[in-house]
């Protein structure tokens, strides 16, 4: 593991463990209230020892908001991107691995829907919908957004499977489930974190731009997206700082952590990138 996937795990560490603190910290801190309750403070309070970041318009504890946007926006991406890679594996290596004309239909279908753009159908059905949590917002992410690792699956499934190794388990009448799973699958691992992380990027970056740019999305499902959006409407770029840096800092370090990890392993084993011929 090189230095860029260490710092880049060790960064989404810290963040991953403030979404799971979240629920601790603002219950000892609000005294067992919500962080959306409206009017427990004054509104527009500035930032003190017991409001570090001070209060919203409506009176809500924002250094309360950001653990708790945190928490939601990461666990939006890792659900979205977890359905992402469920899809992306069963379709990238089913197409890679069959060949024929399994491959040419599957990866047809792959590439009209590349073409189609993610944004608007998530913000079609997300103002469809009835009822938007969590889970139905990270679905509709997930089930439009994997395509593009899709096809990195897919190609490096075309790769590994000419190996010798995968001919000699077929001449070993070994069945094809044995075969991706025992064979393939471990020795394109580092694939699949890149792709797992480039699904967990996409999926936020999917919900903080159609929050922060479009404004589409559920009040109360509060992210690090609709804590910027919020800051920006009320006009806190110039008068308010504090209440806008501190999200956007938390998105660009939960991005930064991701991208490291995605390049860190992409420069581990893509043998181009290792000036490796003939592999």
Do not use: C
């Not at 379709?91 to 279908?109: E, M, P, Q, T, V």
């Not at 077929?170 to 890149?194: H, Q, R």
């Not at 690090?224 to 920006?232: H, Q, S």
């Amino acid at each position: 593991m090189n230095l860029k996937t260490k710092v880049g795990i060790s960064l989404l560490i810290v963040f991953i463990v403030i979404s799971l603190t979240e629920p601790v910290i603002n219950h000892y801190r609000l005294n067992g209230k919500s962080p959306l309750e409206i009017g427990e403070y004054p509104g527009f309070q500035p930032p003190s020892f017991s409001l570090p970041l001070g209060t919203d318009p409506y009176g809500r504890d924002l250094f309360a908001l950001l653990l708790m946007g945190t928490r939601y926006t990461l666990t939006i991406g890792f659900t979205a991107g977890i359905v992402e890679m469920l899809i992306a594996l069963t379709i990238g290596f089913f197409a890679g691995y069959k060949g024929g004309l399994i491959d040419h239909s599957l990866r047809s279908i792959t590439d009209a829907l590349l073409v189609i753009p993610t944004w608007p159908l998530v913000i079609f059905l997300t103002l469809y919908l009835k009822q938007i949590d969590i889970l139905s917002l990270s679905l509709v992410i997930g089930l439009f957004s994997w395509p593009g690792v899709t096809r990195l699956l897919r190609s490096q499934m075309l790769s590994v499977k000419e190996r010798s190794y995968v001919e000699l388990a077929k001449l070993s009448g070994e069945a094809d489930l044995e075969i991706i799973f025992k064979e393939i699958v471990p020795n394109i691992l580092p694939y699949v974190g890149v792709g797992f992380a480039e699904a967990i990027l996409a999926a936020m970056m999917i919900e903080t731009g159609f929050r922060m740019l479009i404004g589409v999305g559920p009040v109360h499902l509060v992210t690090l997206g609709y804590l910027v959006k919020l800051a920006i409407a009320q006009g806190f770029l110039t008068t308010r700082l504090y209440a806008i840096i501190p999200p956007i800092l938390f998105l660009v370090l939960i991005f930064i952590s991701l991208n490291l990890i995605n390049v860190g392993l992409d420069e581990a084993y893509n043998p181009r990138l290792k000036k490796i011929t003939g592999i």
